[in-house]
């Protein structure tokens, strides 16, 4: 079973594209992450996918068949929202009930599908309360067991973590991961956090402006990201970059000076902030940099130096920073092997 | 809250309590008085009660029906209006169409006018239609004022809803219909409620459409009580004792509501 978005554009009635041109193919099984920052069309494609919205122009293909015009009753499709839109007047129970009641289920299989359902989230000591009763862990459990439990082979999440506290997504997330690897089903999650986006997906779809920026693994998506955007967007904090100019292998870019493997001419270098290191400023390829900020988030530190004007550059390292203090001037390198290059016109990643 | 407002305050809803209440008091001793106590010069607050009103007018002048006619109108009239208006009201809430807010106040200024104005126009509206002196007659006319105001509140009940609840309910497996039928006009209940109630007392209370529609028949019981102003003088007694019948159902339903009632005053009014 695949998932195909072909050529698919949104505009809104107010002139807005929120999707330009969408080109996008996943398999069953698989946990993909549509992530962007807000106004990216994340939640616009997922909308789409589910039926709730019609695309302006292009094709939505579940299997190779054309769902475009389907209403989302005959999709196939889970789905968790938002603000979790369980039904105040029912109890937890017929909430979870309510996709078989539709159906027609007999009462006994009802019961059996929405304990079964409600023992693998961990819920099966409330079904009798009101969703009023539930705390916002619990009902975001519940619209999971809802959106699960007529076992639809798509389940689509917008946002469903972004409503929890810090401690709570976290633990939710572990949850989400332990029921993809559990059951046998396609998971689109809409996220604008790319932590999460990294610890769930087994594919992320980075989207910018309505437009797929990168679609690829976590883990591609961050050794190698498409773009300036990707680069700045995944990592938390994020990658530097460094504006400059390539003369005979030499980058110069503010305070900067380094050895790089780049033809000559204007070039944005990128470098992740775990990835420079201390060096003496003796050695040859070493940078002088004046810390401007320092910040313990134990066990880690960044410290955030001035470079001549241009953006600031961060490191992040677990070395024992006790000794540097701002204002001080501290020797760093640029590793050859973890530098990045772009465009510095279109961002675009170069080689 | 300190104390001197606060008896303040009792002190101004005490005067306009007895304000309101006095003439409907004097009413319910009215229909249980006699006719030389009615007439006296001296009003009293002591008599010798009768019964006899009652009988009078609902037995021997054959009133009884006329409650059923005023039940029959205004039930007919509060569910036409709401099975009409409330799909107008949540399409209002709902959807985003051209001139949408033209035609939302549109439904307010049919209540602009005042109700006399088109007294006549009505009245040969329904003569055409051969309706007149119909129960019917005056449940469409009702219906014509109680729409707007089905439209106006029950808009700002919807709009309470999170529309994820509608999508929550279509990936569930509903059409867009069912969804409005069977998730969110329960989760409206109480709005429906009390936007239904109201729409029961101002039918039960209108006069002038019901006067000029129906003379016999279909008289509801706001139209009965001239019909005991005679050439022989007015029946006291027994229009105070229609009068109170006639309010009955209006305490007893806005005693069962009157929560909701206001708030679902405030919000139609706010939220609108």
Known sequence: ?351 | MNRSYKTLAIGVLACVLVLALTPYVWMLLTSFKGRLDILSPQPTWFFTPTLSNYPAVFIDKEYLPLVYNSLAISLGSTALSILIGAPAAYVFARTDFAGKEDLFFFFLTTRMAPPVSIAVPLFLFFTTLGLTDTIYAVVIAHTSFNLSLVVWMMRGFFAEIPKEIDEAAMMDGRSKFGAFVRVIVPLAAPGLAATAVLCFILSWNEFLYAFILVAFEGRPLTVGIPGLITPHGTLWGQVAAVAVVATLPILVFTFLVQKHLVRGLTFGAVKG
């Open chain 1, 1 to 351: 079973m695949t998932v195909s978005f072909r050529q698919v554009t949104k505009r809104f009635a107010d002139g807005t594209t929120a999707l330009d041109q969408l080109d996008l193919d996943f398999e069953l099984g698989e946990f993909v992450v549509l992530l962007g920052p807000s106004g990216s069309g994340k939640t616009t494609a997922c909308r789409l996918l589910a039926g709730l919205e019609t695309p302006t122009s292009g094709r939505i293909e579940i299997d190779g068949k054309d769902v475009t015009e389907v209403p989302p009753r005959f999709r196939g499709i889970g789905m968790v929202f938002q603000n979790y839109a369980l039904y105040s007047h029912k109890s937890v129970f017929e909430n979870i009930a309510y996709p078989l009641r539709i159906r027609k289920l007999p009462a006994s299989e009802i019961e059996s599908q929405v304990k079964a359902v409600a023992g693998l989230l961990r819920i099966g000591d409330y079904l009798h309360r009101k969703p009023a009763q539930l705390s916002g862990g619990q009902a975001q459990r519940v619209a999971v067991a809802r959106a699960l439990v007529w076992e639809p082979a798509i389940c689509l999440m917008d946002e469903p973590l972004s409503n929890l506290d810090a401690l709570l997504r976290l633990h939710m997330r572990t949850e989400l991961n332990r029921l993809h690897r559990k059951l046998d089903k396609t998971f689109v999650f809409v996220t604008h956090d790319q932590e999460e986006a990294m610890t769930l997906a087994t594919r992320i779809a980075v989207l910018k402006d309505g437009r797929l920026v990168q679609f690829d693994e976590p883990r591609a998506i961050y050794r190698r990201p498409a773009n300036r955007f990707v680069a700045e967007f995944m990592g938390r904090p994020a990658m530097n970059t460094i504006d400059g100019k390539v003369e005979g292998g030499v980058f110069r870019g503010g305070a900067i000076v380094c050895a790089v493997d780049c033809p000559d001419g204007p070039v944005t270098l990128g470098i992740r902030p775990e990835q420079i290191e201390f060096a003496d400023a003796a050695a040859p390829g070493a940078v002088q940099l004046t810390v401007d900020v320092k910040e313990a988030i134990e066990p880690d530190t960044l410290l955030i130096f001035q470079n001549n004007g241009g953006a600031a550059v961060t490191l992040r390292t677990q070395k024992n920073c006790d000794v540097i203090e701002p204002g001080q001037p501290v020797g760093l390198s640029f590793p050859k092997d973890a530098l990045h290059y772009f465009d510095a016109a279109t961002g675009l990643r170069l080689a």
